[in-house]
């Protein structure tokens, strides 16, 4: 399944270049072991920073830090796994909790209580008993709405899924394909969070029925059009974003992030005074990033540095307008158009990783059967 990352997407909507690390294909096995001034860290694609910022923690670390960039998240957390006897390097980062419990069944992380993990927000810790990975970042996966058009036509954006199914919105909504789509996939598993499988509705309004699947029925008979993956919903077919109107996109409705409409102020040129997008808050289902010390690291004891250095306030601080995520820790800064334009939802659809794991190649498959066939 491809993961394709919303870092990487929002990059290249909007051009920025943002300062990288270099991947390396492996690690020099000259400085690798136990008294190692080298630490590897593993990662998807869209691991991003700057620059000044690693070079600190390098400087006080001692250690010098390598990056292996490999592939979108699916692929780097399969990847590890199949390595994790003898891994490619020392900390991965990039499993979220669509993946985390295929991680940790395999073994893939050790246990390492990281320093300043008690200044974690609470609601993000998990694995408390064994301390196999560390929370990073956090994202909302959410329907974002392109302001113009309902102001233009006169309709109230909607709020909710619930709102989704409503004639009004009918042929309104782009979505990515859940096989193929990391935001396709959370947008999926927010409607299994919010409606069940095949039980009754947690809707307050009970309008899908037969859980999520009864959902999606009724809409796919509202009009919602599928696309393989974010950048052809957002850049493309959504009218409200600066590369769909380029496009000609004609659909006011996409899946998209709660970072999205931060994004189009901030690489704006000129910037707007107000996001030309909003999000449907009712529609975002929570992701969460986490980092780990990998079993069999070389360089367990630079790993534990990096670790302790990913939720450092300094890199927490420098993390968001690098990822367009949102820090775990308590106190970290936020940007300001963050706060305006892309706040956290108040009340998110989450579901327990261990629940995703037993459940989301069948919900896929049966979502493939029903919405694409």
């Not at 659809?349 to 995703?356: G, V, Y």
């Amino acid at each position: 399944m491809s993961t394709t990352r919303k870092f990487t997407a929002v990059v290249a909507v909007t051009g920025l270049g943002l300062a990288s690390l270099a991947a390396c294909g492996s690690s020099d096995s000259g400085d690798e072991g136990s008294g190692s001034k080298t630490v590897t860290l593993v990662s998807h694609d869209s691991f991003a920073y700057t620059k000044a910022v690693l070079k600190d923690f390098e400087k006080q670390s001692g250690y010098k830090v390598k990056v292996l960039k490999d592939g979108d998240a699916g692929t780097a957390v399969n990847k590890a796994i199949l390595t994790k006897d003898n891994p490619q390097g020392d900390v991965f980062f990039g499993v979220d909790n669509t993946l985390l419990s295929r991680a940790l069944d395999n073994g893939l992380f050790q246990s390492y209580e990281a320093k300043g993990s008690d200044l974690i927000l609470p609601q993000y810790r998990v694995d408390q008993d064994k301390h196999r990975v560390t929370p990073i970042d956090s994202g909302d996966i959410c329907v974002n709405y392109d302001k113009a058009y309902f102001s233009k036509h006169k309709l109230a954006p909607p709020t909710s899924f619930d709102d989704l199914i409503k004639p009004e919105y009918k042929n309104l909504l782009v979505t990515e394909n859940a096989s193929t789509s990391s935001p396709g996939l959370g947008f999926l598993l927010g409607t299994a969070a919010k409606y069940g499988d095949g039980g009754t509705s947690r809707s307050s309004e009970a309008e899908s029925g037969g859980g999520w699947q009864g959902y999606w029925k009724k809409l796919k008979a509202n009009g919602v059009k599928v696309v393989d993956g974010w950048e052809q919903a957002y850049n493309v077919e959504f009218s409200g974003s600066a590369g769909g109107k380029k496009a000609k996109g004609d659909r006011p409705l996409v899946v998209s992030y709660a970072s999205s409409p931060p994004a189009e102020v901030i690489y704006a040129d000129p910037k707007p005074k107000t996001a030309p997008t909003g999000v449907a808050d009712g529609t975002c289902f929570r992701q969460v990033e986490y980092a780990g010390l990998l079993s069999n690291a070389k360089n367990s004891t630079g790993g534990k540095a990096l670790v302790d250095f990913l939720i450092s306030k300094q890199f927490q601080d420098d993390m968001p307008l690098n990822m367009f995520v949102y820090p775990v820790r308590e106190a970290a800064q936020v940007p300001p158009e963050f706060v305006k334009f892309g706040p956290q939802a108040e009340n998110p659809e989450t579901l327990d990783p261990a629940k995703i794991a037993d459940n989301r190649d069948e919900w896929v498959k049966s979502w493939t059967s029903l919405v694409l066939k």
